[in-house]
């Protein structure tokens, strides 16, 4: 017999994924411009032009059997040095290339991370609402995932809740801001307030309890007063995974990289363990195509105005017809609380209108349903009729 937990994974699909298959079907069924799908976080927006120009630069006059062929294990070393010398400008860190490991998208750069970090038993805690893979991925590195809830009504770190989560299996805290599906960034004092309720915890329980910050959606920060705190800057022993499918809509070619803080007294031995742990997952040397990209596209991003648009005009419209959002900060989602209170109940009736929006109960937040809004304006316009109705159809 193979393995039936992987079996069961295969078998059954994440919601996410299960409702973007059923968009399609019903496109195909009765017109896509019908059907308004705000299931996935699939970027709209085109990448840059500088990615375009930069990809056929590389490709005309780079020499093909370099360019397609192996990198070093973590990554090219120039690539490495390039993101390492940018982030510590704009942060004001001090990181080196052997500080980097080039990944395939944040997803590679999670799996590797627990895997590098987690003995088995041990516990990782993020907070609710969370992107639901990190159960999958923590579980299948022979972890646990604790989720704790977020602050009512803002979706900020409840910090009593997570002190009361940490125990001596502690290993990391995972956080994700600006999050999905919320938008929240969280508050600068309350990651200070987090990093030094994990100096006393680590101490305490006398084992190092690490900070990990999932950061694809860094750059989508659409309001000026809005600042995302660099953790590695509060918090010595922080790991920081990143992806760029979001800043340079580039969610297929799958490239990010982990940047482990040299601050930490542990760095030499958690760095061997991202790279053993890339190693035995067979997540070595991420495409080197867009590796060269990243190195001279590296403070490019997309066009987030457009989402910013979306955001403004879906949140004051759809509060307008009574539903309950907090009001996002950045990435590009909206967490709508279901009306009636049952939020699988509430995306089933959605589709009676064509409207596809994800459950919130495997985010780990019963009662809301996530709207992502990284759509074509005109298609939002023509979706607001179908959220009228759907109120309505509540008696809104």
């Not at 970090?117 to 995932?145: D, M, Q, R, S, W």
């Not at 019963?366 to 309505?392: H, N, Q, T, W």
Request: with cysteine; glycine share 8%; hydrophobic share 40%.
């Amino acid at each position: 017999m193979i393995n039936q937990k992987n079996v069961e994974l295969g078998r059954k699909r994440s919601s996410i994924r299960e409702l973007f298959e059923y968009g399609k079907k019903r496109k195909a069924e009765i017109g896509e411009d019908k059907v308004f799908d705000f299931s996935i976080g699939n970027p709209s927006v085109p990448a840059p032009a500088e990615v375009q120009n930069a990809l056929k630069e590389i490709i005309t006059q780079t020499d093909p059997v370099f360019l397609h062929g192996y990198t070093s294990a973590q990554g090219d070393f120039s690539v490495r040095k390039t993101l390492a010398d940018y982030i510590n400008l704009r942060f004001k860190t001090a990181l080196t290339a052997d500080c980097l490991y080039m990944t395939c998208g944040a997803a590679a750069s999670l799996t590797i991370t627990m895997n590098a970090l987690l003995n088995a038993g041990e516990e990782i805690i993020t907070v609710a609402p969370y992107f639901p893979e990190y159960k999958v991925f923590c579980e299948h590195a022979g972890g646990k995932l604790v989720a704790v809830e977020s602050e009512d009504g803002t979706f900020q770190l409840d910090l009593k809740k997570i002190e009361n989560a940490i125990n001596a299996k502690t290993k990391a805290v995972l956080i994700n801001s600006p999050n999905n599906p919320s938008g929240v960034v969280y508050r600068e004092r309350d990651i200070k307030k987090l990093a030094e309720l994990l100096e006393k915890y680590s101490e305490k329980f006398g084992g190092r309890i690490f900070l990990i910050s999932d950061e694809p959606y860094r750059e989508l920060v659409f309001d000026k007063d809005v600042t995302v705190p660099y953790v590695m800057n509060y918090y010595a022993h922080s790991i920081v995974c990143y992806s760029y499918s979001k800043s340079l809509s580039l969610p297929g070619e799958r490239i990010g990289y982990i940047a482990v803080s040299n601050k930490m007294k542990e760095f030499e031995e958690v760095y061997a363990g991202v790279c053993g742990a890339g190693r035995a997952l067979g997540f070595v040397c991420a495409p080197n195509l867009f590796q060269q990209l990243v190195k001279k596209v590296y403070d490019k991003t997309s066009d987030i105005s457009i989402y910013k648009g979306n955001r403004d005009r879906l949140y004051s419209t759809l509060t307008g017809y009574g539903y309950t959002v907090v009001k996002p900060d950045g990435a590009f989602y909206l967490f709508v609380k279901a009306l009636g209170g049952d939020a699988r109940a509430f995306s089933e009736r959605a589709k009676n209108f064509e409207l596809l929006v994800v459950a919130g109960d495997d985010f780990g937040c019963a009662g809301y349903v996530r709207v992502s809004y990284c759509v074509a304006p005109d298609m939002i316009e023509r979706a607001l009729p179908a959220f009228k109705a759907l109120a309505e159809s509540y008696g809104k």
